[in-house]
């Protein structure tokens, strides 16, 4: 098949992004978002399914007779983040938009399917999924639930995020635990309101939710293994008290991370333990809410060693590397690792803002990486005779 000009390819992923950028769509709501990917990848000769778990899509493209398949996933979804900036292409939703980048993400796996369908050089299925709702933690699990994997059948996944402050062409992944889990609780302490000047007359709830955050901190100190990965984070406290009136209620809001079950397990035991102690002892009552967001990103190990012999085909040698560490920040990919084996990886958006910060904008230096980093995975691990 003829080769693609894939200088004419990043000149056509830089208009879809920035189109995609203008028009950002928060999770479960991309509509506009998925019937602008459908109509690409039907204009690509792709056999196309659409509102596979609410918005998602999935789009096929088979070349050969080898009956094996992969997955490449994007996620659509953008999020509550008002805009900073005048670039022609910012955001037309206020407050909405691509602060994480996933229309650079959609665009590369756009443009991964524009290369493949033209070019071929592999043998099976290739499974193109646009999920929806990734910064929620809950568009995988729905398109999983809508049969995603009986509807179209596939043996492994793999998924990427742009990373800034990685430099334009740098490609990082690791072995085995990639991304934590996230779990968020709510606290609530119950006592008696009363006057400020009468505190033997309340039974107030502001000083024990103080020693309960205190408290919460010996979880990770005290409680965990020190080779245990493990955050606790209290991010809220609320009370319904005012200037001279002593609270009743107070509520302690936050948000834990962990790379094992076993730990998530642990953390919120002692949590209830340390809770309903610490409320004993001030003579109030605690409700401990644990719920449990995101599932840890566990990369496999033998496919990420393909992914990178896959990057080192289509970027320079010395830019492909294992990341060191594992981040604590959550990604909804995870769950589809709990389903098939997979590897996510990264790549640089060079020294752009911080992902969810208000002036972010994916660099459309990087989609040519991204959608040839796709191609050459599929064409090695689907390998044509
Ligand atoms: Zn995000
Ligand atoms: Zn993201």
């Avoid at 756009?110 to 290739?126: I, M, P, Q, R, Y």
């Avoid at 400020?196 to 107030?204: K, L, S």
């Amino acid at each position: 098949m003829a080769e693609l000009d894939q200088q004419q390819l990043h000149r056509e992923m830089t208009a879809w992004r920035r189109d995609l950028h203008a028009h950002p769509e928060f999770g479960f709501e991309e509509k506009r978002t998925a019937a602008f990917v459908a109509e690409k990848l039907r204009a690509f000769g792709l056999e196309v399914a659409e509102g596979i778990g609410g918005t998602g899509v999935v789009g096929t493209l088979t070349r050969g007779s080898g009956d094996r398949a992969i997955a490449l996933r994007a996620d659509m979804d953008a999020l509550r983040i008002a805009e900073q900036g005048t670039r022609a292409w910012r955001s037309q939703t206020p407050g909405t938009m691509h602060a994480c980048g996933h229309d650079g993400h959609t665009a590369m796996l756009l443009g991964a399917a524009k290369l493949l369908a033209e070019e071929g050089g592999f043998d099976g299925a290739v499974r193109f999924i646009f999920q929806p709702a990734e910064e929620w933690g809950r568009g995988a699990l729905a398109m999983i639930e809508d049969g995603l994997l009986e509807r179209f059948p596939f043996e492994e996944i793999f998924g990427l995020h742009n990373m800034p402050g990685l430099p334009i062409g740098r490609f990082e992944t690791r072995r085995g635990p990639v991304m934590s889990a996230e779990d968020n609780f709510e606290i609530v302490l119950k006592g008696l309101g009363g006057h400020a000047a009468r505190p033997h007359a309340a039974r107030e709830t502001l000083v024990a939710a103080c020693a309960l955050v205190v408290n919460l901190q010996t979880i990770v100190s005290r409680r965990l293994s020190p080779v245990d990965i493990g955050v606790v984070s209290v991010t809220e406290l609320i009370t319904d008290g005012t200037r001279n009136a002593l609270p009743g209620l107070a509520r302690i809001l936050g948000d834990c991370r962990s790379f094992r079950p076993e730990v998530s397990a642990a953390i919120e035991k002692e949590m209830r333990r340390i809770a309903e102690g610490t409320a004993q002892a001030y003579n109030v009552a605690a409700e401990v809410t644990y719920t449990r967001e995101f599932v840890p990103l566990i990369n496999d190990a033998a496919l990420v060693d393909e992914a990178l012999a896959a990057a080192r085909t289509v970027l320079a040698d010395d830019a492909v590397g294992i990341a060191a560490e594992p981040m604590t920040a959550s990604e909804d990919f995870a769950r589809f690792l709990t389903e098939v084996p997979g590897c996510f990886v990264f790549l640089g958006n060079g020294n752009s803002a911080p992902l969810h910060n208000p002036a972010y904008d994916f660099n459309d230096e990087g989609l040519l990486h991204g959608a040839r980093f796709h191609a050459a995975v599929v064409r090695r691990r689907l390998a044509a005779g």
